[in-house]
């Protein structure tokens, strides 16, 4: 194995004491999914492929149809269809088992064991049904419509959420950053919501409207409303921006994918003033409906689906509170009129920006309702199944006129009486394969990379992020970044040399989206021999440091090049980290290797090296896969496992903690083996308020897969509400 630090050397060594959280998958594994199945929307000269969903009058799915019962048109041209299928969306599997109850002790309360979350399933691509991203338009949210947005999206993760669906909770005003992990686990999209806040810098504003001002003339009134329509104008483009970003994430992941927005819209289309058109009627903004256009493209191609919700609820357009200013003689005056003939403008034309937005990609715009968990609940049932419907294309429909690439319309029509179908309105006249963004240079590719909010890739990455905490260096997070070679390129040189070009490029980002650090290097690994071999075989660690100052969530984002051929993977991984330096019970992620040598299983020994001393450790000797990078075992195998404990109060009599420490593994979310709560005994050690431990782990009982250990710790002499702490990390057992 490999293992990189600030320079290339050949090494079989991981620092004994790094600690961590759960990784992302492979993207690797995404080919276990049918690409007939995933290829949802497809455009090319031999077939184009859209999707439909039907309903009858009461708004239900209508499933039984036939390709007789559907017509297609491309630019009002009817066309035979070729391809026809239904496909049904369900469930995964059954919902998430929590662990066992653990018996409470009744000697004494402050003892009381609760219980502890269960870790999340590690995701498996075939097992997602639905992937969706709650976008909230924070650029465009006044501060009640937040509130109640917030509201709503806690009861979906409460209540809605069901196995097999993968959902990230993103807002429109954090850029890159914003791209949270997409997960499975309801922990990290708590904590995301946590971060959502009102921006006072956006298009939103405190209330839904403004306040009532009769100090102003018409001509200053009409300026004004110019200026507010340059700046909706401006943070909407910001809007469609960020979602054109995270159709882009969507792309390459399973499942029926969605876009959810939570948005109190923008104007695509304007009431015209008399001055500027005598004849009225409307003005259609051209800036956002070229950009809407692009965004409907590439959401059709992406086979994602956008709906939206107007979280305002139902309007009322009348005097409000925030009018006192106007006193009840002026409410009939021409102040009064012009301002609420206004807002109930500004309501229709946001609301149509909001439903041409959706019905271009075959979802629908929800509006004037005030239970928004419903509206949720309306789109989680539209998602259950729909029809995909394929012709070829026509030997034109590619061709460009005057140099300018066309943009055709479709249309889908169902015979049977009493049914409606909702389908993508049309695509620019460019083959998918052609439409594909060409990422010329080097940095570019790595830059596609980050942007992905799932590992992808044609280089095999895999992402650890570990957090721990010492005296000397405070808290920190160390990233394992493992890196398949035999996807690399080596090129041969004399003597039996080889060697290949690498770039790697790092970014962390705070709960906040900002950047907080980042990384660009390129690395030549030369290798020759048994070396070179060596190297295939057990692969590469890139090792990454961040010193913490502040807790809370955190993102890294990894993207790998081989210079040669051009292929790029990427890795992202979120991960929390608790305050333990105001005296939080915490733990640190746990590391977790194959055992060489004879040992006591599960519950083990302490540790008997101190968290200093153990960073300081010299070289191992050891295989990569089973060490804390990758941890894949051999069936059979005995695993290490280390962790910290930090802040335990001590006893004042004995000067020792009194702690319980349980160990339970789980497979897709279920428990498989659990050891019974046992003293945890960390012997003598120098600092208190960092206690190292560790012990053996025996796996022969389980069979080849995907697990989680989680270790759960319990400090007798605190209150019950801060007496547990815990952590996991997943595993893998291969044959």
Aim: glycine share 8%; aromatic share 8%; net charge positive.
């Amino acid at each position: 194995m490999r293992h990189i630090s600030s320079a290339i050397f050949l090494i079989c060594f991981i620092p004994a004491l790094i600690f961590g959280a759960q990784t992302t998958k492979q993207t690797k594994q995404a080919d276990a999914q049918s690409k007939t199945k995933d290829e949802v929307v497809r455009i090319s000269v031999t077939l184009v492929q859209v999707d439909a969903v039907v309903t009858d009058a009461k708004g239900r799915l209508v499933t039984d149809l036939k390709p007789e019962d559907f017509e297609i048109s491309e630019d009002g041209r009817p066309q035979r269809i070729s391809n026809f299928s239904y496909v049904e969306t369900s469930s995964a599997r059954a919902p998430q088992a929590r662990p066992s109850p653990i018996k409470k002790e009744k000697s004494n309360a402050a003892s009381v064991r609760p219980l502890p979350p269960s870790p999340p399933v590690v995701s498996k691509p075939e097992n997602i049904k639905r992937t969706m991203a709650l976008v909230v338009d924070d650029l465009g949210l006044s501060l009640e419509s937040l509130l109640r947005t917030k509201t709503a999206i806690k009861k979906f993760i409460d209540e809605q959420m069901q196995p097999g669906d993968l959902v990230a909770l993103l807002r429109t005003s954090a850029g890159m950053g914003a791209m949270q992990m997409f997960t499975e686990d309801k922990r990290i999209l708590y904590a995301a919501l946590e971060r959502v806040h009102w921006s006072p810098y956006g298009r939103g504003k405190v209330g839904i409207f403004d306040q009532m001002d009769n100090t102003t003339t018409d001509g200053q009134r009409e300026g004004l409303q110019r200026g507010s329509q340059l700046r909706d104008n401006f943070f909407s483009v910001g809007t469609f921006g960020a979602l054109s970003f995270i159709v882009r994430g969507l792309k390459d992941l399973p499942g029926r994918k969605s876009a959810i927005l939570f948005s109190e819209g923008f104007r695509i289309f304007v009431n015209a003033s008399q001055n500027e058109n005598p004849a009225g009627g409307q003005q259609t903004n051209d800036q956002l409906k070229y950009s809407l256009r692009r965004l409907t493209d590439l959401a059709n191609r992406s086979s994602v689906v956008i709906y939206t919700i107007d979280p305002r609820g139902l309007i009322n357009t009348e005097v409000i509170n925030a009018d006192d200013a106007v006193t009840a003689t002026d409410v009939a005056t021409h102040v009064a009129d012009i301002t609420l003939r206004a807002r109930a403008n500004e309501i229709r034309e946001t609301q149509q920006g909001l439903r041409h937005l959706a019905e271009e990609t075959g979802g629908f715009a929800i509006r004037n309702s005030n239970l928004l968990d419903k509206a949720l609940s309306r789109v989680l049932d539209d998602q259950k199944g729909y029809y995909l419907i394929g012709y070829t294309p026509e030997e034109n429909t590619f061709k460009k006129k005057s140099g300018e690439t066309q943009f055709h319309n479709i249309s889908v029509r169902v015979k049977r009486a009493g049914l409606t179908a909702r389908y993508r309105t049309g695509f620019f006249g460019v083959a998918d394969e052609e439409a594909q963004p060409v990422r010329l240079t080097r940095r570019s590719r790595l830059a596609g990379a980050l942007t992905s909010p799932f590992n992808s890739g044609d280089i095999r990455v895999r992402l650890t992020s570990l957090f721990s905490n010492s005296a000397a260096k405070g808290s920190f997070v160390r990233s394992l970044l493992h890196i398949d070679l035999r996807d690399f390129t080596f090129r041969e040189e004399p003597g039996g040399w080889k060697t290949a070009v690498m770039d790697i490029a790092a970014y962390t980002y705070d709960d906040q989206g900002r950047q907080v650090d980042q990384i660009n290097k390129t690395f030549t690994i030369r290798a020759r021999g048994k070396e070179y071999a060596d190297s295939l075989r057990e692969g590469l660690v890139y090792i990454l440091n961040l010193p913490l100052k502040k807790s809370g969530g955190f993102q890294v984002r990894a993207a790998v090049s081989d210079v040669e051929s051009g292929r790029v993977g990427s890795a992202n991984q979120f991960i929390e980290t608790p305050n333990v330096g105001k005296g939080q019970f915490a733990l640190s992620g746990i590391v977790i290797r194959a055992d060489k040598t004879a040992g006591t299983i599960a519950g083990g020994s302490p540790a008997k090296a101190t968290a200093d001393e153990r960073e300081s450790e010299g070289a191992e000797e050891g295989e990569s896969q089973s060490g804390p990078a990758v941890r894949r075992f051999k069936r059979g195998t005995r695993c290490d496992y280390t962790f910290l404990a930090f802040n335990p109060i001590m006893n004042k009599a004995s000067g020792k903690p009194d702690l319980q420490i349980q160990l339970t593994v789980f497979e897709d979310g279920k428990p498989v083996y659990t050891t019974p709560n046992e003293p945890f005994s960390p012997g003598d050690q120098k600092d208190s308020r960092r206690l190292a431990y560790g012990g053996k782990l025996g796996l022969g009982g389980l069979k080849p897969g995907h697990y989680v250990l989680q270790i759960a710790l319990t400090d007798k002499l605190a209150s019950q509400k801060h007496n547990m702490a815990y952590q996991w990390i997943d595993f893998e057992i291969a044959d």
